[in-house]
């Protein structure tokens, strides 16, 4: 009956300390996203968001039609594929901007890509530590939590994400 205390009480110690890893690795997450979301309601569009997004503001503005906007969307990216560059998704992401609605939503853009960035770090993480290795919900929170610290720290082009306020500062 001791020997079943004992690994009873190992047990629970185990299970506290996996909590514990899980909400530091949390409050960590948090800390380091917190002023990133903070920052992306201050960014304004700037130089070229309004150059790629021209098409489907103005068929949104005309039609009023998610559809004809859709439309436009396509055409752009079509346009930009053959004369300047040559990736397709990249060409329907520059087009398609919350901005296309309303240049009040422009502040969406950047919490848009940190949610993508979160998002594939998170899908890498459970699948090569969850699926691939079998390892514990706790291992795979640490290894997202260093991922996306490698990740938000060595981003090439951070600063392009909220570009009003980097590149054009107002005297």
Not at 6 to 24: E, I, N, P
Not at 137 to 160: D, E, N, R, W
Request: contains cysteine.
């Amino acid at each position: 009956m001791t020997e079943y205390l004992a690994r009873l009480r190992t047990f629970g110690k185990r299970r506290l300390f996996r909590r514990s890893l899980l909400l530091f690795c949390t409050v960590w997450c948090a800390a380091m996203l917190l002023p990133l979301f903070l920052v992306s309601f201050n960014v304004y569009p700037a130089s070229d968001d309004f150059a790629l997004t021209l098409d489907v503001t103005e068929a949104w503005m005309r039609t009023g039609s998610l559809w004809a906007a859709g439309e436009a969307v396509i055409e752009r990216a079509v346009h930009m594929y053959n004369t300047w560059q040559g990736t397709v998704s990249a060409t329907l992401l520059l087009a398609i901007q919350p901005m296309v609605f309303s240049p009040n939503l422009y502040f969406l853009t950047p919490l848009i890509i940190l949610c993508g960035l979160c998002l594939s770090a998170a899908y890498f993480s459970k699948a090569l530590i969850c699926r691939m290795f079998k390892a514990d919900t706790s291992i795979c929170a640490v290894f997202f939590s260093v991922l996306l610290t490698m990740l938000l720290q060595f981003y090439p082009a951070l600063g392009k994400l909220f570009i009003g306020i980097q590149e054009f500062p107002t005297p």
